[in-house]
């Protein structure tokens, strides 16, 4: 199997990468790392698979038909996996077009080069090629206290510029596989957390700016919910959907772990407080600061993910006990990889929270 992935060079493609070029056994001949390489791409997150001959990167964007066909045949590819986009919903508030131009007019012209390249291939591979979609539970708007989790079935109702320009995606995506019989896959995951996770996202900048000694910003009250997904385990139901999901389907993605975001914010410091203390002896938790609400900030978000373990056997290995504690953990140890990205790439004064 060839594969092309996009937005390969970001938090939750790399591990994705990362996870198939590892595992022992894969049947991946060529994995094509195709990334823009913006704010949140990163080549330093796959530096240490340079050496892997099935690893190829391309610098460029999904919304260039011409090099994204290019791709496409001189690879002979077999399916696309596509993580790119624009995803920090502050970014989307502050400037929504860039979210449409990658998000959407990306997305579109991804699949109309995907459709061409898919059209011509010989049978058996032409019913074996797949195109999958990674999207968010943002899609399906908020919930209340009391809400069922969303399912597949729940109607769209995005709340913020970014939400809306995936949710579009989602639609085309479907549109193609209807109107075109592209077979095309989407999942909606909720909130990822893990290695490699860009420092402007909740957990990475509580993490870093505790050790900075700097306040640790909470949106409102803190009481946003929601359900926090360790990102190895996303990038291992994105691999068996790919493989074994039916065709046209979407599949939700969820951690099983509901928190509100000061409870987040809280368990990290107590685990900064065990694993790197400060020297004053006072806990992180002293650095927490509430600041002025996001506009249109979504109360909660939770996923059901039934459908995915029902069909396809799939579970989260990972509790949101020991999914933070690894992630702690890998924060700690790799403070050269957080200082080069937020030195190079984004000035640490203007990371704000997302979540």
């Known amino acids: 199997m060839n594969i092309l992935v996009?937005?390969?060079?970001?938090?939750?493609?790399?591990?994705?990468?990362?996870?198939?070029?590892?595992?022992?056994?894969?049947?991946?001949?060529?994995?094509?790392?195709?990334?823009?390489?913006?704010?949140?791409?990163?080549?330093?997150?796959?530096?240490?698979?340079?050496?892997?001959?099935?690893?190829?990167?391309?610098?460029?964007?999904?919304?260039?038909?011409?090099?994204?066909?290019?791709?496409?045949?001189?690879?002979?590819?077999?399916?696309?996996?596509?993580?790119?986009?624009?995803?920090?919903?502050?970014?989307?508030?502050?400037?929504?077009e860039p979210f449409v131009q990658t998000n959407v007019v990306g997305t579109l012209r991804l699949l109309n080069a995907t459709k061409r390249h898919w059209a011509a291939?010989?049978?058996?591979?032409?019913?074996?090629?797949?195109?999958?979609?990674?999207?968010?539970?943002?899609?399906?708007?908020?919930?209340?206290?009391?809400?069922?989790?969303?399912?597949?079935?729940?109607?769209?109702?995005?709340?913020?510029?970014?939400?809306?320009?995936?949710?579009?995606?989602?639609?085309?995506?479907?549109?193609?596989?209807?109107?075109?019989?592209?077979?095309?896959?989407?999942?909606?995951?909720?909130?990822?957390?893990?290695?490699?996770?860009?420092?402007?996202?909740?957990?990475?900048l509580v993490i870093l700016n505790a050790l900075d000694q700097k306040q640790l910003p909470v949106y409102g009250d803190g009481q946003q919910i929601r359900d926090w997904l360790y990102v190895e385990d996303h990038a291992a139901a994105i691999w068996l959907v790919l493989r074994q999901g039916r065709v046209g389907e979407t599949y939700n993605v969820g951690g099983l772990n509901e928190r509100p975001n000061l409870e987040v914010v809280q368990r990290i410091c107590a685990l900064l407080d065990e694993k790197s203390p400060r020297k004053d002896g006072k806990s992180y938790a002293t650095q927490i600061t509430f600041v002025a609400d996001r506009p249109g900030h979504d109360r909660r978000y939770a996923i059901n993910c039934d459908k995915l373990q029902r069909e396809l056997g799939w579970k989260p290995q990972q509790t949101f006990e020991t999914g933070l504690a690894k992630t702690v953990d890998w924060y700690l140890v790799h403070r050269d990889w957080c200082n080069d990205i937020t030195q190079k790439k984004y000035s640490r004064e203007r990371l704000g929270t997302k979540a």
């Open 6 to 96: 996009t937005g390969g060079a970001g938090f939750i493609g790399s591990n994705f990468v990362r996870q198939r070029l590892t595992e022992s056994g894969s049947p991946l001949k060529k994995l094509v790392n195709l990334d823009k390489l913006t704010y949140a791409g990163n080549p330093a997150n796959l530096a240490d698979l340079a050496g892997d001959p099935r690893y190829v990167f391309a610098h460029g964007d999904i919304g260039d038909e011409a090099l994204v066909a290019k791709l496409l045949a001189d690879h002979d590819i077999d399916a696309v996996v596509n993580f790119a986009a624009e995803s920090h919903v502050d970014r989307s508030i502050d400037s929504p």
């Open 121 to 204: 291939l010989p049978e058996p591979r032409k019913s074996a090629f797949r195109f999958l979609h990674v999207s968010t539970d943002e899609v399906y708007g908020t919930l209340s206290p009391t809400d069922p989790a969303f399912t597949e079935e729940t109607p769209f109702a995005p709340n913020s510029p970014y939400a809306a320009s995936k949710a579009a995606s989602d639609h085309l995506v479907r549109a193609y596989q209807h109107t075109f019989k592209l077979p095309t896959l989407t999942t909606n995951c909720s909130n990822n957390y893990g290695p490699y996770h860009f420092p402007e996202k909740l957990i990475p």
